[in-house]
């Protein structure tokens, strides 16, 4: 069935409610601007997403290994890798309606033309005409009429130890009684940075920092990459697309450390190993795509980038980034940090000199995925409705999960067909299996078999085992699949060998 573009995310975010998968943040209270809570499903989901990304990156390889680091590094560890500096968005306010939004998200328009509007931004107020000033005007109202650009520091500030920071501040305001504005701002930033920490806007940097105590520990060959997945926290002026950009949200990156010269070649292949990854685990595979970024687009530590890119339902937008980042980060960090960052290879001869033995910084591609936004992916990827009769044989719509069945939350559903007649005690016999097999299993006895059957489709729970009059009579239970809604009847005591089989072969 055809499903308006515009109502599949109303769609999603429903069914993520209503089934468990992403929550409001602290919702009884109003809940939170931008930020989520993964439910007993998205929970699931999440891990899943997340433990086949380490799988893939990290379990099936021989060159890359991981880390788990502190979310508060050291802050001179973003003074060397530029965020402090450059980590920011062009931050515009809208002096008709009052809005505040990223000037290089704005809707454009040519500079010098006239811009129709509304006063104070409401239907109904006096119509107004200005010449734009710029190439943009307000998302919210249309108009034109805009405060300066001001930069605005992306990353989430905190102060470390007993430090009374308001007291300080305080102390600075009475003792510098001569200053004021930028002065006495920069007086105050002065304390205030005395004790600052920031929250990691990515969770690179570590990888970098660690690179020789990861090298030496395992005693790495370049080339060799060091994976890391965990929360990274942005303030993000403009928050988006229900969990597609937020505050709060998961990375999955790894660092590859190669031999200057060997980066492009290495950025092909990472690019490809990441494409067939996403696709590998989608329904619709011609919804995910590469762009290569402009010259102009690049980052100031990159010689070269891709973003694997996904349809939206709002259009093509992006999923993750592979980088060249060159040997920026390394040599900043051996700069800043006066460790000295780099690796010697005793089996080539160096290029420079001829002699043998080749000491140098290793260049660095970064693929750099969202786990969260991934979820996203998968659900809107997931999401299917089909017309299927009802038990009254009315028409009815089944909203399946048609989720990869490794990352589906629940791979398998017990049911007992009634509540009584021994079902429920065969069906725990069968759920024991799983449970000692440490496969996610769910037993269910609420409401009649259809209605546990869509239950279960919406959650995306690829296999059902129901247990009916004829299990306690041969032994055997029938096994329904998901997407085809085909039943086949199998011995109750080969249930766990084939929902295994089933899972090993996808
Ligand atoms: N270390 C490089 C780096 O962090 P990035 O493109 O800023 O690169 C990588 O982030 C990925 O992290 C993005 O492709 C996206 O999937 C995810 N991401 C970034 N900001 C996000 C946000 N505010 N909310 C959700 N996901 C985000």
Redo the contacts with the bound molecule.
């Keep these: 069935m055809a499903i308006q573009e515009s109502d599949l995310m109303q769609k999603i975010v429903s069914l993520s409610k209503r089934r468990g998968f992403v929550f409001q943040s602290s919702e009884i209270y109003g809940g939170l601007k931008s930020a989520y809570d993964y439910g007993p499903l998205g929970v699931e989901l999440k891990r899943n997403l997340m433990a086949e990304w380490w799988r893939a990156m990290v379990h099936e390889r021989e060159d890359v290994v991981g880390l788990d680091a502190s979310i508060i590094m050291h802050p001179d560890v973003w003074k060397a890798s530029g965020h402090l500096a450059g980590f920011s968005d062009p931050l515009v306010d809208c002096r008709n309606c009052k809005e505040r939004f990223r000037a290089d998200k704005a809707p454009k328009v040519e500079a010098g033309t006239d811009i129709d509007y509304l006063e104070g931004g409401k239907k109904g107020g006096k119509k107004l005409k200005a010449k734009a000033e710029r190439s943009y005007v307000c998302p919210q109202c249309g108009s034109p009429d805009l405060s300066p650009e001001r930069q605005f520091n992306l990353m989430f500030r905190s102060n470390i130890g007993p430090v009374d920071v308001l007291g300080r501040i305080t102390e600075v305001v009475e003792r510098e009684r001569n200053l004021t504005g930028a002065d006495l701002r920069a007086k105050i930033e002065e304390v205030v940075k005395e004790s600052a920490v920031y929250l990691r ?4 940097q570590a990888m970098f920092v660690q690179f020789l105590n990861v090298q030496q520990t395992m005693s790495m060959k370049v080339p060799f990459g060091i994976a890391q997945m965990g929360k ?1 926290f ?1 303030n ?1 002026v403009t ?1 988006e697309h229900f ?5 709060e ?1 998961e ?1 999955m ?1 790894m660092e590859y450390f190669c031999e200057p010269g060997t980066q492009g070649q290495w950025l092909d292949y990472w690019v490809e190993q990441r494409m067939a990854w996403w696709r590998a685990f989608a329904n619709n595979k011609d919804k995910f795509r590469t762009r290569a970024h402009e010259k102009a687009e690049l980052a100031h530590y990159a010689d070269r980038c891709y ?1 694997i890119e996904y349809d939206y339902p709002w259009g093509w937008g ?4 592979v ?1 060249s980042r060159t040997d920026y980060d390394l040599k900043k960090h051996s700069e800043s940090s006066g460790t000295k960052l780099s690796y010697f290879d005793q089996n080539k001869n160096d290029p420079a000199t001829g002699k043998p033995g080749y000491r140098y910084t290793p260049y660095v591609i ?1 693929p ?3 786990a ?3 979820l996203l992916v998968y659900l809107i990827d997931a999401y299917h409705e089909e017309a299927v009769p009802d038990a009254k044989g009315e028409d009815a719509t089944r909203v399946t999960l048609r989720l990869h069945p490794r990352l589906a939350p629940i791979k398998v559903a017990v049911l007992p067909l009634v509540k009584k007649d021994g079902m429920p005690e065969a069906a725990r016999k069968v759920v024991d299996t799983f449970f000692k097999a440490g496969i996610n299993v769910r037993y269910d006895e609420q409401h009649a078999i259809g209605k546990r059957y869509r239950r279960h489709d919406e959650a995306g729970t690829p296999y059902c085992l129901t247990i009916d009059g004829q299990t306690l009579t041969d032994g055997t239970v029938t096994i329904r699949d998901r997407d085809t809604m085909k039943q086949e009847r199998i011995a109750a005591d080969r249930a766990l060998e084939v929902v295994q089989e089933r899972l090993r072969k996808i």
């Design positions: 806007p990515e969770t690179a990274s942005r993000e928050v969990i597609f950009r937020s505050c949200f990375q990156e973003d992006e999923l993750e980034g980088a970064e750099a995925a969202g969260t936004r991934g």
